[in-house]
Structure formats: C-alpha cells, structure tokens
C-alpha cells in the first residue's frame, strides 16, 4: 500500500558554518529535477541547492511518484523546508 512522504531539505552540515566558505549568502534552489507524475528512485537526485560557492544535489530518501512540488528554481530555503510530496512504495 503506498502511503505519502513528505521530502525535506536536510541538515546543513556542520561544516558549512564552521568554515564559512560554503555558507556564505542564501542557499537557493538551483534547479528542479522533477515534476509531479514522475517516478523516482532512492537516492534518485530531485533538486539541486546552490550556496554561492557549492552546488548540492539533494537526493529522495524514498521511491515513489512525486505527487506536488513545493520550490521552484531562483527560490531561498532553509533548513526543513517542504520540497515535495511522494507517493511512496
């Protein structure tokens, strides 16, 4: 039975503040992987985070179907933001 899953953006590491050169400035979201309807699988790449001076590929921490995307590319996020919902198997 599927049930839905609510995927997060992660802990920052805790790098990212101790040496300052990661988290300087906003973390945005770079790029959008996916769309509703499509099938993902573990670790399957949904988003990419830019920090100013890394990129970061989030992966899904399920597979399923995405069911709704909550960010867009060019937008600001923060730690626990909603990026998508998954129908999850």
Same mark, same amino acid.
């Given at each position: 039975?599927?049930?839905?899953?609510? =995927?997060?953006?992660?802990?920052?590491?805790?790098?990212?503040?101790?040496?300052?050169?990661?988290?300087?400035?906003? =973390?945005?979201?770079?790029?959008?992987?996916?769309?509703?309807?499509?099938?993902?699988?573990?670790?399957?790449?949904?988003?990419?985070?830019?920090?100013?001076? =890394?990129?970061?590929?989030?992966?899904?921490?399920?597979?399923?179907?995405?069911?709704? =995307?909550?960010?867009?590319?060019?937008?600001?996020?923060?730690?626990?933001?909603?990026?998508?919902?998954?129908?999850?198997?």
């Amino acid at each position: 039975m599927a049930r839905l899953v609510e =995927v997060r953006i992660p802990i920052y590491p805790d790098c990212w503040e101790t040496c300052g050169s990661c988290a300087q400035g906003d =973390v945005t979201v770079e790029d959008v992987l996916v769309a509703p309807g499509d099938l993902v699988r573990f670790d399957d790449n949904v988003i990419t985070l830019e920090t100013g001076k =890394v990129a970061l590929d989030i992966q899904s921490p399920h597979a399923g179907r995405v069911v709704e =995307v909550f960010v867009e590319a060019g937008q600001h996020v923060a730690e626990g933001a909603l990026i998508l919902t998954l129908e999850a198997d």
